[in-house]
């Protein structure tokens, strides 16, 4: 079992940047797919980015290409997601997943472990 804590969120302008944390515990070992998602009032669970348990291959949403970068240091069992260039549309509570693949899937359901969420906020 692997237990998800995210810490980061907050209020930003339009612009501004802010850096997501998300530390896991437990499990039988660090090598799992880590990713976040995230999900806004009224709408879908959506991917925005994955990070293979090497960091050596990475993946995100069309949406957040150029302006977010997704990172983990395994010393630490923690991944990264810098938020550069946000844009209210961004607005979301974004959520830490983790599972044991070497695939880096862009679909909720494929994650085991989650975590309960920070929330982002970006204003105009």
């Known amino acids: 079992q692997v237990q998800l804590v995210e810490s980061g969120g907050g209020l930003v302008q339009a612009g501004g940047s802010l850096r997501l944390s998300c530390a896991a515990s437990?499990?039988?070992?660090?090598?799992?797919?880590m990713g976040w998602f995230r999900q806004a009032p009224g709408k879908e669970r959506e991917f925005v980015a994955a990070?293979?348990?090497?960091?050596?291959?990475?993946l995100y949403a069309d949406s957040v290409k150029g302006r977010f970068t997704i990172s983990r240091d395994n010393a630490k069992n923690t991944v990264y997601l810098q938020m550069n260039s946000l844009k209210p549309e961004d607005t979301a509570v974004y959520i830490c997943a983790a599972d044991y693949t070497i695939v880096m899937y862009t679909t909720s359901t494929k994650y085991r472990y989650w975590g309960q969420g920070t929330q982002v906020t970006v204003s105009s």
């Open positions: 990070i293979s348990w090497r960091a050596d291959n990475t």
């Open positions: 437990g499990g039988t070992s660090s090598s799992y797919v």
